[in-house]
Every structure is written in structure tokens, then in C-alpha cells.
């Protein structure tokens, strides 16, 4: 075990660890450009200021072991391999999207990658893994499943139901909780009630809490414990301090409203994950993934702006994986 | 005369209600900061107390409302997103709804559960954009859908002052709806008791929620060829069956345009009861989702499920031309 | 020829299902003892890694099946209460149902849920007898609701090969039933496929679950004054139009039995659908569950509630003479 | 407080507990011939064995008080204060039962005693006894709800979630876990993972286990977190360990499932809470509680008995709290 996790410790480069959080935050800034152009519709819950979850447990994860994500899963979806280029086109709703245009920032989701998807549900995910990893198992050889979820997901029922069944039947589940102060406008303090890894503790889960900015120490956190999952040692839990640098979306731009000070803000956007992992990487080694990033961005913006738009004749295709196709609306 | 937008509508019901009865309180998520645009200002004008911000826990706080109002609350419980209407399902259908009965009338639960922007918000997808109404008709919460601002205040107010669990559908289609009228003509409006919101003699429209503006568009394109009677039922449980067969004596013909799901939604119930009792000259035609609908992301996909105005143009000829 | 019961014939699906496919388990509370006497003896024979006793953590055991079924599992999940359905209706109805079309064909989820013994458990009141099958044929969720046991067994063994979520109802009113079959002849029986139990010319009776019995008792009471044919839809969702409509072209006359709430239910949609399609020579009737139900615990009051063939034989009589 | 405790003990007599497990246990065994005789349809959970907990915690209650039962809970509405005649009417569907015969076994409630109600979905009384007590204390003097629960209930979310508010918002609830080792045939150990106090304690409720068998030791344990939630300090978790003396519900009469072998239920039977709280008054006491329960049980069944039973016209009246009338299912 101790081996598995200094070789995927070791084999993940601080320039791959640095790729990721850059990649993921230039997409979100990207993206943010495209709400504002009207090219994302609906708008979108940034990652920026926490991409260094999505990299470093993702980089302690194999090609094959799952995920569940977030309305805020950007980065998660990316860090596990996605193609920027289908995941630029699933947010403005193409047919070369992901999800084929139907899923959306908020449903992405590549199941070839092991990516079972961004939910819309606060804390729906933990489960869903569970029951995902607990059948990968079943069917081959252990797979792990990580869930990652916010700080208000520890309040949802089916969430610590969900702890209990996996701690329970040993699933491999690592549970992920970004903990980044705040529900939408409501603190970490006014919302929870004890401690968020005494809570998973509590369910007999070995719970250790981490700096969520630094790339390098949360990847490893976290390998260690998708080890220990994987080694048949049950549930893991790991909490990552981190903040959110932007708005819990985007809709935030034009209302403002008013429950993080400026000051709060600044102090909070002080330390930079992307930074962090930057200021590992020689200048020139650097520029050179910055300016790779730059032209994966480009095009992937160029093919998502580029690709059609699905037909609206097609609208109720996929419905039901059988091919069912229900009664129209009107006659 | 003043200009009132349908959300300040629903703030302003809750704001007169909070201060005409103080066991009225509100709970919710981002409540106190009013991230809906609803409950904005209730926090410095009624206090902590009776505005709760709530950890992301709805069903806790859904049955925390229910045991508050056994004891004499009447709680305003704002939810975010229609669907988490699925994840209290039991909280408001098997408790809330059935403690009255199941105590033998010793229990009330006088609990109104909001839900600010219901139907399709544009570029939600799948999860965000449910209108599930029909599913509290069905298991017999009474349940509102108001088309306008006047509405919206009248109803929300009449929710709050009923001894029964009501749940406010406000659907996102109205929200940015503005009406100019005298605040002080702003009152209660029963439960249960709909409005011709446009008279004709030829077919009867009914339309539920944001749809009315769309019946009453309709109506006025199609003046001359088709007089054209928009019912707006207001309360879709319990439903008001006689203004409906009222309006059916007068034009004998119905056609109903409704979010819901096709498949035993609001527009088959209303379908069904004028076809076993009313007078129809025609067979009715509802305009609807279709069956199952799951709303996808995509723009053009998400309008092409939603019922719209070039349907209920045809489905208004094809029943006159019946 | 063997006697089969119902609750017998949903064991036997199970254990051929499970014998035929290893990627079918089974989860739910007591299901290794087999409290509700269907999953008895599947723990011996397949073992306790295809038999899950689940904690009572229904939220948690769905999305776990949901999440089983994604990679590649047939789960069944089986519900001691029918209202446990309330409590899962997020999971079921907002994920589950969802993940197809919002991963854009890129999920399925195979998994199936079983009710044994749905509708009223009499004395069990308020909150153990609803028979809520018309909220998941509102929200699209592919829903059964056999009414023998061959037809038991052929349906299950359906859901669990079907690629989408699909709901089995197994009332309580047909658990008891018991036919003489040719073990043999079991076979799965198509979803969405209905059948005429009983041939006849006056009348369409639509029956759905324990009420065939009832429907073809009261059809040969009635026999002589008036020829009922009795259609078992089988599947409530999706529904099997064509062969209703095929009965109506017969008929032209429509009586729904539908152990439904009566607004928004499987019923109203029946009549709405006929209303407006199909060929009706006299205005259709329902007998179903009054408005928003709650049984109440004493039995004549519980009796009360549900539809009887008295109300039943009214009806026919009613629209006959139309 | 401590005041508070003492005076709450001292003013409950050996005799007055006595009086409340054996009320409740005669009661229990008439309604189980009841059931048998056909009178109580449908059945119902017998709470045999665990009338300590019942008697002990309610002991320690004020008349305003308030709680929340379940599916076993006939000892909790009779320690509350409940007419057994009303009661037994209630099981057997009469008029004059304490829901008009509407609720019966599984929904009994008298809201005049602070009694919300049986409940027939586990778990689901936490969050209502949380709401009840932060209205009472909101809108008069503090008054506390004590919310009863089984050990399967600790795996329903919406109870966990119910811990977390009543911790955050300091709610006068104490919840009070009837530790059986089962629910229905799931041992403790295969469905809880972790410790049920500790499930508690995770959320900053301070949590008690006790031996449930013994009326005395409950109350005493219970007393001192009542006056605790009373005088503001949050909600407050007592497990108590007990034994299901009877049936999981009345079915298993006929149906015997197996799952609890003969010697482990004489084991459980071993210490009897009847006779435990019995040895503790002279024989004479004792036989003169005894003569007046029978005596209780003997009117209440005969009150059951003769009253009528609601007329079907009647069946959809209190459905609704305004007098709302549903429409018929058949014209
Ligand atoms: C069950 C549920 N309740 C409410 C919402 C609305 N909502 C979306 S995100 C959010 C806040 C989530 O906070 P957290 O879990 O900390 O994640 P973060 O947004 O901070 O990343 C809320 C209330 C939802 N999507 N799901
Ligand atoms: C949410 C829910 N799930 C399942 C059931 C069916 N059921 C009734 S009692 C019971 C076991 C409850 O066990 P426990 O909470 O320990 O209470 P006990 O019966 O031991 O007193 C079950 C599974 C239910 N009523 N509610
Ligand atoms: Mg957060
Ligand atoms: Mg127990």
C-alpha cells in the first residue's frame, strides 16, 4: 500500500500536477467569458480557487476508477481527462458536447473516462459512487469511486446514509468534501453542527482534513487513501480547505448580493493554487504548458463555437435508453 | 398607480403577512440574504427569528416547518429548485398532508412551501426545470399557480392564512411580470375559486401560470376568426370545476394549455372531469410536454418540450373546426 | 397444471432472473429472512453477495442501485411500503429517470423497483395503503402493475431485462391470487402491452391491477344485460393506446376502475386520451379513489375509499344507457 | 438544574413507575389478543419489554411537554398521560378512540397531552418534535419535545439532518434512541456503522447510553438532559439498551421468520422491566397496582368494545383542517 502510493505519488510530474490546475482555470475563466456573451446559457458555478481538489485527487485516481461530480464540476470532469474541446461544446449546448448537448455545466459527464457526472443535487453523488464502485468490484477487479461534494453536501440526508452504507459493506468510496466556507451565501459555521470530518468519523470512516490550495499536498492526501480504498480497507474521507475566488455562479455578476466582504475576498484569493503549483516549475518549463494551455482553450472554444446545435426534432432522443419515444405535447 | 413586478409581489405578501401575524416566519436557503429575490429585506424588517437561513437540509426543514406549524406557526418555507419538492416528497405528502386525517382532526398544519422560478429557467437542464404541480394535485395538496403579480400576491397571502399545507408554484416564465396597479387594491384572493381572464363564446382556453399571457396572446391574434374564452383556474387543487363548466356552457369547446407532463397531468384531469360532466361540442385538446418529459440543456431543445403559442393556435383551430 | 400464487410468481421471476443473469441482485430490508415473502430462499441459493439486507436507508439504497446499474448490475430494490416511494422519489424520478437523457445516451440505468403488496393493507392506514403508480407515470418512469400471476411473473422478468428504471406494483388486493398454470408457460410478458381479459361489445371496462377481478366479476354479474369487455393495460406506463383504442372501436363506450386518487390519476389520463382520440359514443366514467386520499384506519372507512364493484357496476350501467 | 433533576426524580415514586410499565404491558398483551381475536385489524408492533423507557423518560416530563412516537408506540402515548380506554378504542377503529379511529395503532396522538403522533415511517418524528419544540419555546415558556425513536431510525437521513438543526438552532428536543439490536430481522451490528451515541456526539449533542431494561436508571439518566434541552443547552441524545420481548409486529405470530434463535430471546426476556421496577415495592403495593391496571385494561376493552364504529359517510371528514371536501371517486 505504502508502495502503491509512493509510485502514484511519484508519477504524477509537478509540471503534469500544474497542467491541470491551469488548464481547469483558464477554462473557467473562458467559460465565464462565454456567459457574458450570451454563448453559455443559464450560466455556470465557477471552480476558480479550489482546482487544486479536482488535480491532486485526480491525479491519485487510474484511468479506469470513477467519479461523481457537481454543480460546480468543471474541474473535476477536466481533471479526470475529459476533452476541454467536447466539454467547451456540452456548456454551449453542442451536438459534439459530452452529453450531446442535453447534460450541460451542470450534468457533464464522460462515462468512458469513469466520469458518472455532474449532478445538479446537492450530495446525490456520494450514493450513486458507492453503488458504482461497489458493482466495479463486483464485476472485475476493485475500482475506486471518489465522490466529491461542498461543505453544505454534509447536511443532506442520502449523503450520510450514504456513509453509513459504504462504511458498512467496505465499498472502495473516497469521499471528497471541498470544504470552501460557505453554502451559496450561508458559512460553514451556521450550517453545520460539529465538525464535517467527525461527521464521517463518526460512520467509522478515516477522516483526515488538508490545505485544499496546494496541488502537491492534496494529491498526497489523497493517494494513500484511494490506496487504502482500493486495498479493500473500505470508505475513505478527506476534507480540503480551499475558497471559492468568484461567485457561486455566475448569475452573482449582476446581483451582487452581499454575505463575503471585500476584504474577506482578497485575504481568501491571496493564496492561489495555480501559483502554488507555478512556483514549482522553472519560468521557461512554465510558459511552455501556459502557452499549450492557451492554444487547448482556443480550440477548444473554436470547435465548441463551431459545432451545431442539436436539432430541436431530436429533443425527447435519449429519453429512455431503450429507444422509447414518448407522446408529443401537442398533436 | 404603481408598477408591481410579480417577484416584488410575492416579497410584499410575505412582508404584510409576517407583519399582520407574527407566528408567520420564514425558512429557507439564502433566505436572509434573498437570493431569490423574494424574501429581500425580511431579515432587518422581522429579525432572525423569523427569517431562517437553513443548512441544505430540505427535509429536516420541511417536517421542522410541519412540527412548528402543529404548534401554532404558520411557516413560509422557500424552496430553491422544484425538484427538491421530489426530495420532501414524503415530508409533504405523507406527513404534512395527511396529519389532519390521521389524528382525526386534532392536528392542522398551516405550512405554505414557495417555489420562486418553477417550470424551465432557460439553460438549467434536467434537474432545475421540473413543474411538478400535477404531482400535489394528484395526492391532494392544495396548490397554487398564480399568472400575474395580483395573483401572486392574493394567493401567496390566502396560502399563508389557510390551516392547510399549500405549496406557491411561481413559475420562472411570470417572475419578470409587471403589472401597474393601486397597492392598496392588493388582497387576498380564495383558494379554489379561478377567473375569466378573457371572455369569448367560441372555445374555452384554460391556461395554468405563466401559459395565461401566452392564452391571451393567442386570443388577441386570433380576434375575428375565433372568440377565444381565457379560464385561469389560479388554484389547480382544488380545482375550481364550476367556473370551468361555467365557462364550457358559453362555448362548449376546451382546449387546455399546462407545463406539466402529458401523462396524467393537470390537463388530463381537466380534460377527463369536462368530458364526463360538461357540455363539449368538440373533442377537448390539451398542449402540454410530452410524456416523461425530461427538460435537456440545449436551448433549442428545452423550448421545443415546452408548450407554446404556435400549438395552441392549432390546437384552438383544429377544435372550432370540429 | 400447477397452482401458482402471485407472491410466488414474483419469487419465481426473481430466482430465473437471478439463475439466468449474475449481474441481478436484489436489495431491500429483510430481504434475506424474506419478510414480505417474495425474496425467501434466494439467499441460500444465490448468496449473500446477490442478497442485501439494506439498513433503512431507502435514499441511500436506491441511488446505490442507481449507481450499481451504471456499471453494469440489474438491480431490484424492494420496498416494504408503497409511500417508501415518497421518500425515494427524488432518486427515483430525478436521477434514475434523468441519467439517460442528460448524460446524452450515454448511461443506462437498469434497475428495477418492487412493491409487494401496494395499495390498502387493510388496517395498515394512512400512511401504508396509497397506490401512488400514476405519480411515476406522470414523471415517465416505466410502471407496472400485474394483475395475475402469470402476468406477475412475466412482468418482473421484464423490468429486470429492460435497460430503463422500472417500477413493479404488486397489490396487496392480488397478492392472495393463485391460477393454475402450466410452470412452463411463464414467460416475460412485453411492457406496454395490454390485454383483453374478457371479450365484449357494449362497453369498455378498463381495470387496472386487482381490479380485473373485480371487472370481470361484475361483467358476469352483468352478463345477458349488457356484453362488458374488461382491458388490463398490464403497464400503466407507457401505456398500450392501440389496444385500447382497438376495444373503443368495438365498443364506443368507457369505464375506468383505478385504485388512483381520481385528480391527475392513471384514470383521468385514460378518459382524457379517449376523449380525444378515440371513438366514444356516450361520455366515459371513472371509479377510482376520491380526491387526495388518506385512508383512514377503520375498516369500513378504509372499504369506503376504494372502488368497488357496486360503484363499478354503476357506472357500466350509466354510461350503457347513455 | 441539578435542583431540577433531583425534585423531577424524587417527585416520580417506585410505585408511580411501577404503575406506568405494568399499565402498559397489560395493554400490550390484551391488544395482542385483540389482534388474534379480530378486533384490532391490521396488527400491531408490541412494545413488550421496552416499557422501561416509555415510563423512565416520560417520568421525567411536564404535562406540556411534548413527543413524537413511532410505529411501537402505544407505551410512549400511555406514559404520556393517554386514556388506555381511548387508546384501545382507537386500535380497535372507534368513534370514540383518540383519532376518531382515523390513525389506529400506528398513528395514535393526543395533541391535548403534547402527544404529535405515532408515526408509521421510521426516523420521520426527529425533525417534526424539533419544529414543535423551537414553536412552543418561541411562542411561550420553554417547553421540550422528546422525539422516540428504534436503532434502524439512525440510518434514516432525514434524522440525521434533524440532529444537525436541532444542534445548530439549539432546540429543547431530546432524542431518545430505543436500542432493541434489531430492526425488524437486521441485527444493529449489520446496519450501523460506528456507535449510535457517537452518530449523535458528531453533530455537538452530548450523548448517554443507559440499560433501558431498568424505569428507575432511565430516568434518572433522562431527567437531568430534559432540564438540560429546558434551560437552553441544545438538544440531547439518550440511547437506552433494551430487548423486543414479543414480535416484530403481530404477522410474525403466523408467519415465524427466523432470525432470533429460542435461546437468545429467553436471554433478552431474562431481566423484565416489570419485574425489575416490582421488586422495588412490598408485595402488597405491588398487588394493589396490579388489581387497579386490571381493572384499567378490563374498562378500556369494554369501552373499545361498545363503542360504534365511524360511519363510512364519514370517511373523508378531517382530511382536510378546513372542512374542505374532497371530490368522490365515483358519481
Ligand atoms: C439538495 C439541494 N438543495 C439546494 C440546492 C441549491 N444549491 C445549489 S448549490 C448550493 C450550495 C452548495 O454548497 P456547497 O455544497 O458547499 O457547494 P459549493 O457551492 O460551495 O461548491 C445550493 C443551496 C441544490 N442544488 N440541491
Ligand atoms: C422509512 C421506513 N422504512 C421502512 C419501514 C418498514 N419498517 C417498519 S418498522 C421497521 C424496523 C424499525 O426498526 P427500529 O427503528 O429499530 O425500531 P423497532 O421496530 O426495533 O422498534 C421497518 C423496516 C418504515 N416504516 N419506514
Ligand atoms: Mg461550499
Ligand atoms: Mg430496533
Redesign the pocket.
Given at each position: 500500500m505504502a508502495g502503491t502510493t509512493w509510485e502514484q505519488v511519484a508519477g504524477v510530474t509537478p509540471a503534469a500536477l500544474y497542467r491541470t490546475v491551469r488548464l481547469i482555470r483558464r477554462f473557467e475563466e473562458r467559460a465565464i467569458e462565454l456567459v457574458r456573451s450570451g454563448d453559455i446559457v443559464g450560466g455556470i458555478?465557477p471552480y476558480i480557487g479550489?482546482e487544486a481538489i479536482a488535480a491532486g485527487v485526480c491525479a491519485a485516481l487510474r484511468p479506469d476508477d470513477l467519479i461523481t461530480s457537481?454543480?460546480?464540476g468543471h474541474g473535476h470532469v477536466l481533471a479526470k481527462g475529459a476533452d476541454p474541446a467536447r466539454m467547451m461544446a456540452e456548456l454551449t449546448g453542442r451536438v459534439t458536447g459530452l452529453n450531446r448537448g442535453r447534460g450541460g455545466s451542470m450534468h457533464a459527464a464522460d462515462l468512458s473516462l469513469g466520469v458518472l457526472g455532474a449532478n445538479?443535487?446537492?450530495?446525490?453523488g456520494g450514493a450513486i459512487a458507492a453503488g458504482a464502485a461497489w458493482a466495479a468490484s463486483r464485476l472485475g477487479p476493485p475500482r475506486v469511486a471518489v465522490s466529491f461534494?461542498?461543505?453544505?453536501?454534509v447536511n443532506?440526508g442520502v449523503l450520510l446514509e450514504a456513509f453509513n452504507l459504504a462504511a458498512l459493506w467496505r465499498v472502495p468510496v473516497v469521499f471528497v468534501c471541498?470544504?470552501?466556507g460557505?453554502?451559496?451565501t450561508l458559512t460553514v459555521a451556521d450550517a453545520v453542527a460539529g465538525g464535517i470530518c467527525d461527521r464521517a468519523a463518526a460512520f467509522g470512516i478515516p477522516a483526515v482534513s488538508v490545505d485544499g490550495m496546494d496541488p502537491q499536498t492534496v494529491l498526497e492526501a489523497a493517494a494513500p487513501l484511494v490506496a487504502a480504498a482500493r486495498a479493500g480497507c473500505g470508505p475513505q474521507f478527506l476534507e480540503c480547505h480551499t475558497y471559492?475566488f468568484d461567485a457561486?455562479?455566475t448569475w452573482e455578476h449582476k446581483a451582487r448580493p452581499r454575505y463575503r466582504s471585500a476584504e474577506a475576498v482578497a485575504a481568501g484569493r491571496s493564496r492561489d493554487p495555480v501559483d502554488i503549483q507555478g512556483a514549482r516549475l522553472d519560468a521557461a518549463d512554465r510558459l511552455a504548458v501556459d502557452n499549450e494551455i492557451e492554444r487547448v482553450i482556443a480550440e477548444a472554444v473554436a470547435f465548441a463555437l463551431i459545432s451545431a446545435a442539436p436539432s430541436p426534432v431530436d429533443a425527447t432522443e435519449h429519453l429512455y435508453a431503450t429507444g422509447l419515444r414518448p407522446r408529443p405535447g401537442a398533436s | 398607480m404603481t408598477i408591481l413586478s410579480y417577484l416584488k409581489a410575492l416579497g410584499r405578501a410575505l412582508g404584510d403577512e409576517m407583519a399582520r401575524d407574527e407566528r408567520v416566519c420564514v425558512l429557507g436557503?439564502?433566505v436572509r440574504v434573498g437570493v431569490s429575490n423574494v424574501t429581500n429585506g425580511l431579515l432587518d424588517r422581522f429579525g432572525p427569528d423569523r427569517v431562517l437561513d437553513t443548512p441544505?437540509s430540505?427535509q429536516a426543514f420541511t417536517s421542522f416547518a410541519t412540527g412548528a406549524a402543529l404548534l401554532g406557526m404558520r411557516p413560509v418555507v422557500e424552496f430553491?429548485?422544484p425538484s427538491?419538492l421530489f426530495?420532501t416528497f414524503e415530508q409533504i405528502a405523507n406527513q404534512a398532508h395527511k396529519f389532519s386525517l390521521m389524528t382525526g382532526g386534532q392536528a392542522r398544519v398551516p405550512v405554505t412551501f414557495l417555489v420562486p422560478g418553477s417550470g424551465s429557467r432557460l439553460g438549467w437542464a434536467g434537474q432545475?426545470s421540473d413543474h411538478p404541480y400535477s404531482l400535489f394535485a394528484h395526492v391532494g395538496v392544495k396548490t397554487c399557480v398564480p399568472a400575474t403579480p395580483s395573483d401572486a400576491y392574493g394567493l401567496l397571502a390566502s396560502a399563508i392564512r389557510d390551516d392547510d399545507p399549500v405549496i406557491v408554484f411561481a413559475p420562472a416564465g411570470a417572475l419578470g411580470l409587471r403589472a401597474d396597479l393601486v397597492l392598496s387594491s392588493l388582497a387576498p384572493v380564495p383558494l379554489g375559486v379561478g377567473r375569466v381572464a378573457r371572455p369569448g363564446s367560441d372555445v374555452t382556453v384554460v391556461a395554468v401560470g405563466h401559459h395565461v399571457t401566452d392564452a391571451l396572446a393567442v386570443a388577441d391574434d386570433l380576434r375575428g376568426d375565433v372568440s377565444v374564452e381565457v379560464f385561469d383556474p389560479r388554484t389547480v387543487y382544488p380545482f375550481d370545476w364550476a367556473g370551468l363548466a361555467a365557462s364550457l356552457e358559453r362555448t362548449g369547446r376546451l382546449v387546455v394549455i399546462d407545463d406539466s407532463n402529458r401523462m396524467c397531468g393537470l390537463g388530463a384531469e381537466i380534460v377527463a372531469t369536462a368530458s364526463e360532466e360538461m357540455r363539449l361540442v368538440a373533442p377537448p385538446r390539451r398542449v402540454s410536454r410530452p410524456d416523461g418529459t425530461v427538460l435537456p440543456f440545449a436551448e433549442a431543445l428545452d423550448r421545443a418540450l415546452q408548450p407554446n403559442r404556435a400549438q395552441l393556435t392549432a390546437a384552438i383551430q383544429a377544435v372550432v373546426k370540429d
Open positions: 458555478h479550489q457537481t454543480h460546480r445538479g443535487i446537492v450530495g446525490a461534494f461542498g461543505d453544505g453536501a443532506q471541498e470544504n470552501n460557505y453554502a451559496t471559492r457561486h455562479h | 436557503e439564502d441544505l430540505e430553491q429548485i427538491l426530495l432545475h
